[in-house]
């Protein structure tokens, strides 16, 4: 089991980027996928991204189309969500979330075990 935290969330202009962090504070990800979901007031909670951290396999949900790039810093026990060209239909709630499998990324937030508290990003229009 990991404890995940997110950090990185404000208030951003849409056309700005903001960089997202999620990092672990007790565990460590070898074993596991690490991905971000994003929940806005009134919906479901949405798939962004995921990576297997041993692996070369990344999943990216349709909405994306480009603009977010997920990646991980072995070093520092950290996965990031660099989200560029934002929107104001991008803010939400985003959150961090791990599933125990080496190699296996999904999109399904169901097959997530672990979360993080969530980090709040406002795209102002």
């Known amino acids: 089991q990991v404890q995940l935290e997110e950090s990185g969330g404000g208030l951003v202009q849409a056309g700005g980027s903001l960089r997202l962090s999620c990092t672990t504070s007790r565990g460590t990800f070898s074993n596991y996928v690490v991905g971000w979901f994003r929940q806005a007031p009134g919906t479901e909670r949405e798939f962004v991204a995921a990576l297997a951290w041993s692996g070369d396999q990344i999943f990216y949900g349709d909405f994306v189309k480009g603009r977010f790039v997920i990646s991980r810093d072995n070093a520092k026990e950290t996965v990031y969500l660099q989200m560029n060209s934002l929107k104001s239909e991008d803010t939400a709630v985003y959150y961090c979330?791990?599933?125990?499998?080496?190699?296996?990324?999904?999109?399904?937030?169901?097959?997530?075990?672990?979360w993080g508290q969530g980090t709040q990003v406002t795209v102002s229009s």
């Open positions: 979330a791990a599933r125990a499998s080496r190699n296996r990324v999904a999109m399904s937030r169901e097959l997530y075990g672990d």
